[in-house]
């Protein structure tokens, strides 16, 4: 998860439009008054189309986005298209959620709070650094197993095994041709831990934390190979520098 900019409301949303729309709630609660397809886009572009929570990038194998209230619906039916309080999330984080209200349980909100004050990771899994921290790694499911944890190890694990690699190959001595494909590979490495990508903040964090990539990157500066594009994209690794790993953070 990380902290999230809310953009400028859509035009299409109106304040008329508002209080149409939730005045038909309030008679209505079985329409979804909120499913307007200009405020899905903007939710999705919001969050370069992942859940705002998990990650997960949405409308892709059968992940569908659905809209998730803050402030439950059920209990602030007058919320309900009211601009920052609709998140775009996968079903797993909406079904989890349900009805809490945050205003009697403590949830990051990635519209207001930063979320590496309240969690960090522990490798590939999500660790608490306050109670927010701990009832949002709850309610929003960031520990699932089969959805979660298992995809950003997978990614981890092979993202750690190419650095050996890459690392092995520079210590052994490479040519310069050699130096050049060990550039577009990492490329590749850096690539997963941008904002665009899949569980970015945790898989990024990986990377900077990797004492294989630390080597690689005063190789290429040593050899004046540490390019533009490179730079780039170690500047675009999405943990911004706010996480840190659970044992810099004690």
């Not at 400028?8 to 939730?22: F, G, H, N, S």
């Not at 909406?94 to 490798?123: M, Y």
């Amino acid at each position: 998860m990380r902290k999230i900019d809310l953009p400028p409301i859509p035009a299409q949303l109106t304040k008329d439009v508002q209080t149409r729309l939730t005045e038909t709630f309030l008679k209505d609660p079985d329409k979804n008054v909120w499913n307007q397809p200009y405020i899905k886009e903007a939710l999705l572009r919001m969050t370069e189309y992942k859940c705002v929570y998990s990650e997960v990038i949405l409308q892709e194998n059968s992940c569908y986005m659905e809209i998730e209230h803050f402030y439950p619906k059920s209990l602030y039916p007058e919320k309900v298209v009211e601009w920052g309080n609709m998140l775009p999330v996968c079903k797993v984080c909406n079904s989890k959620k349900g009805d809490i209200d945050p205003n009697k349980v403590a949830l990051i909100n990635p519209l207001i709070d930063e979320p590496s004050e309240h969690i960090t990771f522990h490798h590939f899994q999500c660790s608490p650094l306050d109670e927010k921290g701990k009832n949002s790694i709850i309610y929003y499911d960031l520990n699932n197993l089969q959805q979660f944890q298992k995809p950003r190890f997978t990614q981890i694990q092979k993202n750690e095994e190419e650095l050996e690699r890459l690392a092995v190959e520079i210590e052994e001595g490479i040519t310069d041709s050699a130096q050049v494909r060990l550039t577009n590979r990492l490329k590749v490495i850096l690539q997963t831990g941008q904002k665009t990508e899949p569980y970015s903040v945790c898989i990024s964090l990986a990377i900077t934390n990797d004492k294989h990539y630390r080597e690689i990157k005063a190789y290429l500066k040593r050899k004046e190979a540490w390019n533009r594009g490179l730079e780039t994209l170690d500047e675009g690794l999405t943990c911004n520098k706010a996480y840190k790993t659970g044992e810099e953070k004690e």
